[in-house]
Protein backbone atom coordinates (compact mmCIF):
# COMPACT_ATOMS: atom_id res chain seq x y z
CA UNK A 1 0.00 0.00 0.00
CA UNK A 2 1.53 3.68 -0.99
CA UNK A 3 -0.05 6.98 0.62
CA UNK A 4 0.38 10.18 -0.61
CA UNK A 5 -0.44 13.97 -0.60
CA UNK A 6 -0.20 17.15 -1.59
CA UNK A 7 1.39 19.73 -0.32
CA UNK A 8 -0.91 21.06 1.84
CA UNK A 9 -2.31 18.21 3.14
CA UNK A 10 -5.80 18.79 1.38
CA UNK A 11 -5.54 15.86 -1.09
CA UNK A 12 -4.64 12.26 0.60
CA UNK A 13 -4.73 9.24 -1.62
CA UNK A 14 -3.75 5.54 -1.63
CA UNK A 15 -2.23 3.45 -4.42
CA UNK A 16 -2.58 -0.92 -3.49
CA UNK A 17 0.18 -1.06 -6.12
CA UNK A 18 2.32 1.10 -8.80
CA UNK A 19 4.62 0.22 -11.42
CA UNK A 20 8.25 0.70 -12.12
CA UNK A 21 9.38 4.63 -12.01
CA UNK A 22 9.90 6.55 -15.23
CA UNK A 23 12.18 9.52 -15.78
CA UNK A 24 10.54 12.23 -18.16
CA UNK A 25 12.43 14.96 -19.58
CA UNK A 26 10.21 16.25 -22.00
CA UNK A 27 9.73 20.21 -22.30
CA UNK A 28 6.33 19.73 -21.13
CA UNK A 29 7.16 17.69 -17.82
CA UNK A 30 9.97 20.52 -16.97
CA UNK A 31 7.38 23.07 -16.95
CA UNK A 32 4.95 20.80 -15.02
CA UNK A 33 7.11 20.30 -12.52
CA UNK A 34 9.20 23.22 -12.69
CA UNK A 35 12.24 21.34 -12.37
CA UNK A 36 14.34 19.19 -14.75
CA UNK A 37 12.01 15.85 -15.12
CA UNK A 38 9.07 14.44 -14.13
CA UNK A 39 9.29 11.21 -11.84
CA UNK A 40 6.37 9.11 -12.39
CA UNK A 41 5.23 5.96 -11.72
CA UNK A 42 2.03 4.24 -13.61
CA UNK A 43 -0.81 3.26 -11.44
CA UNK A 44 -3.84 1.06 -12.28
CA UNK A 45 -6.76 3.72 -12.11
CA UNK A 46 -8.54 0.90 -10.26
CA UNK A 47 -5.58 0.62 -7.67
CA UNK A 48 -6.00 4.07 -6.67
CA UNK A 49 -8.43 6.60 -4.02
CA UNK A 50 -9.03 9.08 -2.41
CA UNK A 51 -8.87 8.80 1.12
CA UNK A 52 -9.75 12.34 1.12
CA UNK A 53 -9.52 16.06 -0.74
CA UNK A 54 -10.69 14.58 -4.04
CA UNK A 55 -12.64 17.89 -4.62
CA UNK A 56 -9.32 20.05 -4.04
CA UNK A 57 -8.39 17.91 -7.29
CA UNK A 58 -8.34 19.93 -10.36
CA UNK A 59 -7.08 19.49 -13.75
CA UNK A 60 -5.47 21.45 -16.90
CA UNK A 61 -5.43 20.27 -20.16
CA UNK A 62 -1.61 20.14 -21.42
CA UNK A 63 -2.18 19.13 -24.73
CA UNK A 64 -4.83 17.49 -26.52
CA UNK A 65 -6.45 14.66 -24.58
CA UNK A 66 -3.43 15.00 -22.30
CA UNK A 67 -4.82 15.95 -18.26
CA UNK A 68 -2.68 16.99 -15.53
CA UNK A 69 -4.61 17.16 -12.05
CA UNK A 70 -3.18 18.93 -9.47
CA UNK A 71 -4.37 20.27 -5.77
CA UNK A 72 -6.22 23.69 -6.71
CA UNK A 73 -5.38 24.65 -3.46
CA UNK A 74 -1.36 24.28 -3.09
CA UNK A 75 -1.27 23.40 -7.00
CA UNK A 76 1.12 20.18 -5.99
CA UNK A 77 0.79 17.45 -9.02
CA UNK A 78 -1.09 14.66 -8.45
CA UNK A 79 -1.59 12.28 -11.65
CA UNK A 80 -1.95 12.88 -14.89
CA UNK A 81 -4.30 10.98 -17.41
CA UNK A 82 -4.76 10.54 -21.12
CA UNK A 83 -8.16 9.99 -22.60
CA UNK A 84 -6.45 7.40 -24.98
CA UNK A 85 -5.74 5.17 -21.47
CA UNK A 86 -8.18 6.41 -18.76
CA UNK A 87 -7.70 3.57 -17.06
CA UNK A 88 -3.56 4.14 -16.46
CA UNK A 89 -2.81 6.99 -14.22
CA UNK A 90 0.90 8.16 -14.07
CA UNK A 91 1.23 9.76 -10.39
CA UNK A 92 3.91 12.05 -9.57
CA UNK A 93 6.47 10.26 -7.16
CA UNK A 94 7.21 13.40 -5.44
CA UNK A 95 3.57 13.12 -3.81
CA UNK A 96 4.17 9.93 -2.56
CA UNK A 97 4.77 10.07 1.15
CA UNK A 98 5.20 5.88 1.85
CA UNK A 99 8.77 5.00 0.16
CA UNK A 100 9.09 3.67 -3.28
CA UNK A 101 11.45 0.57 -3.24
CA UNK A 102 13.83 0.22 -6.61
CA UNK A 103 15.54 2.95 -8.72
CA UNK A 104 14.22 4.36 -12.02
CA UNK A 105 14.01 2.41 -14.53
CA UNK A 106 14.32 4.83 -17.90
CA UNK A 107 15.00 8.06 -18.82
CA UNK A 108 12.77 9.57 -21.80
CA UNK A 109 12.78 12.18 -24.04
CA UNK A 110 16.37 13.04 -23.12
CA UNK A 111 16.98 14.27 -26.40
CA UNK A 112 15.52 17.60 -25.06
CA UNK A 113 16.19 17.22 -21.38
CA UNK A 114 17.54 20.60 -19.59
CA UNK A 115 21.12 20.97 -21.34
CA UNK A 116 22.10 22.01 -17.19
CA UNK A 117 21.03 18.49 -15.51
CA UNK A 118 23.16 15.26 -16.13
CA UNK A 119 22.13 11.82 -15.93
CA UNK A 120 24.86 9.32 -13.50
CA UNK A 121 22.15 6.55 -13.27
CA UNK A 122 22.68 3.18 -15.39
CA UNK A 123 18.74 3.30 -16.49
CA UNK A 124 18.38 2.91 -19.84
CA UNK A 125 17.94 6.75 -21.89
CA UNK A 126 15.79 7.26 -24.75
CA UNK A 127 16.30 10.31 -26.88
CA UNK A 128 12.00 10.15 -27.17
CA UNK A 129 9.76 6.95 -26.75
CA UNK A 130 11.24 3.69 -25.85
CA UNK A 131 10.68 1.18 -28.99
CA UNK A 132 7.53 -0.38 -28.34
Keep these: MYRGSCLCGAIQYEATA ?5 VCHCKRCRK ?9 VPVNAADFRFLSGEDSLTKFESSPGVGRYFCKVCASPIYS ?23 PTMHIFVGSKAEW ?16
Design 81 to 103: RRTSSPELLRLRVGTLDTPLPGK
Design 32 to 40: ASGTAFNAI
Design 18 to 22: VGPIN
Design 117 to 132: YDLHDAAPKFDERPPA
